[in-house]
């Protein structure tokens, strides 16, 4: 018998288990526009309030700031930045890639310095083409001389590059799951140093030192896995990221206008609505204010017929519409 009971017992335990394993939902956060989850306004913040590079590849992967919330192998853990750099003349060229496995890596977007003949400093942050589209580019305006100038033009220069690798980070990093995609835009707005602005423009100012980059040593692992996710793939009809914003905004306007006007419409027209009765109600009192005096009339009228005999209100209707009053009180003496 205490077998029995036992067996149910367990039985009624793994069967509610089972239910509520069945309720349980996992959220993750996919999104398809692979742009959306780094906002390069927020790389350019970040680039101008570091010290170096070295502190500019820890801005960009420390947990408590989360820049970034890209996720390019699916492995629903953030991506990963490290940093290297390229140095031709007086343009330096700051890469930041995406550590997909280990030797896997893609350019996400890349920070170009130049300095020209006035020792006047340049700053682009540019999108990857795979990731942004054709000349996705900020510049930003800094509030004050950024430090991280420095370090750059000095002698016996050694360009930066990243210690870091697959499944070898530093000791303040780990990896965060990403966020859907409306609340990591709220967040990272709120990281974005607003002392400074930044412009876009749609002009390259290093393309000569890029291409050299470009056809030797760019990263590209997670475009040669999937080529047809390319952003002109992902958005046809838009030349880059700046163009598929303006779009957004557009719908969202046009939108926005469409449910306000129908809104209106319908709140306006609905006759049983308390706007429709309170104008039914406003143009009554406004029929029976409006005339007072022939209700008043109409009243004494139909008193004086009920209490006088035909002959006398025919007598009081005639004086009434000559403008005499009470025959009694106005006889002439």
């Known amino acids: 018998?205490?077998?029995?009971i036992l067996s149910l017992t367990m039985l009624s335990i793994m069967s509610i288990t089972s239910v509520f394993a069945q309720d349980r939902t996992t959220v993750t956060a996919n999104n398809t526009e692979i742009s959306d989850n780094l906002d390069l306004r927020a790389v350019a913040s970040i680039f101008g309030d570091s010290k170096n590079l070295d502190d500019f590849?820890?801005?960009?992967?420390?947990?408590?700031?989360?820049?970034?919330?890209?996720?390019?192998?699916?492995?629903?853990?953030?991506?990963?930045?490290r940093v290297i750099e390229t140095v031709e003349g007086n343009v330096h060229l700051i890469v930041i890639q995406s550590v997909l496995g280990r030797n896997t890596f893609q350019d996400i977007a890349i920070v170009e310095v130049e300095r020209d003949r006035d020792n006047k400093v340049q700053i682009q942050v540019v999108g990857d083409v795979f990731m942004y589209g054709d000349n996705y580019i900020y510049e930003p305006v800094y509030a004050y001389t950024p430090v991280i100038y420095n370090s750059f033009w000095v002698s016996n220069y050694r360009p930066y590059y990243s210690a870091w690798n697959w499944g070898f980070y530093p000791n303040f990093y780990f990896a965060w799951t990403p966020f859907p995609i409306v609340t990591y835009q709220s967040h990272i707005n709120i990281c974005i140093?607003?002392?400074?602005?930044?412009?876009?423009v749609n002009y390259r100012r290093c393309g000569i030192?890029?291409?050299?980059?470009?056809?030797?040593?760019?990263?590209?692992?997670?475009?040669?896995?999937?080529?047809?996710?390319?952003?002109?793939?992902?958005?046809?009809g838009y030349a880059n990221r700046y163009e598929l914003d303006n779009n957004r905004r557009t719908q969202n306007t046009v939108n926005r206008n469409e449910f306000a006007y129908n809104g209106?419409?319908?709140?306006?027209?609905d006759i049983g609505s308390p706007r429709s009765?309170?104008?039914q109600n406003s143009s009554r009192?406004?029929?029976?204010?409006?005339?007072?005096?022939?209700?008043?009339?109409?009243?004494?009228?139909?008193?004086?017929?009920?209490?006088?005999?035909?002959?006398?209100?025919?007598?009081?209707?005639?004086?009434?519409?000559?403008g005499e009053g009470n025959p009694k009180g106005n006889r002439r003496s």
């Open 57 to 81: 590849e820890r801005r960009l992967n420390d947990p408590k700031i989360q820049i970034s919330n890209l996720d390019l192998n699916g492995d629903n853990k953030v991506d990963y930045l």
């Open 264 to 269: 209106t419409r319908n709140y306006s027209n």
């Open 1 to 4: 018998m205490k077998t029995k």
């Open 193 to 200: 140093n607003n002392y400074h602005h930044y412009n876009y």
């Open 277 to 279: 009765v309170r104008n």
């Open 285 to 322: 009192d406004v029929r029976s204010e409006s005339s007072p005096r022939s209700y008043d009339g109409s009243q004494r009228i139909t008193e004086s017929r009920r209490n006088s005999s035909p002959r006398e209100f025919s007598q009081q209707r005639g004086n009434s519409q000559r």
């Open 209 to 236: 030192v890029y291409n050299n980059y470009y056809y030797h040593r760019r990263g590209n692992g997670y475009e040669r896995q999937h080529p047809n996710r390319s952003f002109g793939h992902r958005n046809s």
